[in-house]
């Protein structure tokens, strides 16, 4: 093997874990559109004390084409919205977090090139509220979540939603997410 030929081996090796570390979040499905979320009003605070589903006032979901200049005139691209996941992720320094939820018969069509206002859609059901991590600040636990030492849990919720277009293509949205601040107030 010459030296040019070995020079562009190594080149090709070394470059490979970069190439595979490229994402191309918008070509993850088939469908020449891809959704957005956008979560404009959240509760901000959740009281454990009163078990209920943790519920998003707003979620706006956008259909944007791959392709700038792509237009529908038929509507073939307008999304159907089948289900959708919620993950946790602790921003209080805490690990704890609840199992990602998933929700499916979510209703709704997002227009191709359009929006789609959701309203009241839930993040967390209300069982959840009783369970890890949350249990810690109910106060025949301590009151305190034992990870941070304070009397609250931060999380992120992160939504992505999925469906299909007329035409038949999957969609999945790029994540959405919002903080919310959990807390113990006696009723």
Do not use: H
């Amino acid at each position: 093997m010459g030296k040019n030929a070995k020079r562009s081996l190594i080149l090709l090796i070394l470059g490979l874990p970069f190439v595979a570390g490229c994402t191309n979040r918008q070509g993850e499905t088939e469908s020449p559109v891809y959704l957005t979320v956008s979560i404009d009003e959240n509760p901000g605070f959740v009281n454990i004390a009163a078990p209920a589903p943790v519920q998003f006032q707003t979620i706006t979901l956008r259909s944007q084409f791959k392709n700038p200049n792509a237009t529908d005139p038929q509507g073939f691209q307008a999304i159907n919205i089948t289900g959708y996941t919620v993950t946790y992720t602790r921003v209080d320094g805490g690990t704890k977090v609840p199992p990602p939820e998933t929700f499916g018969g979510a209703q709704g069509v997002v227009p191709s090139g359009g929006t789609s206002t959701l309203t009241n859609f839930p993040g967390m059901y209300a069982y959840a509220l009783q369970e890890s991590p949350f249990d810690q600040l109910l106060p025949f636990n301590g009151g305190i979540d034992l990870e941070t030492g304070r009397t609250e849990i931060d999380l992120r919720f992160t939504f992505v939603f999925f469906g299909e277009t007329v035409a038949g293509t999957r969609v999945q949205s790029e994540p959405g997410s919002a903080p919310l601040i959990f807390v113990y107030q006696a009723q």
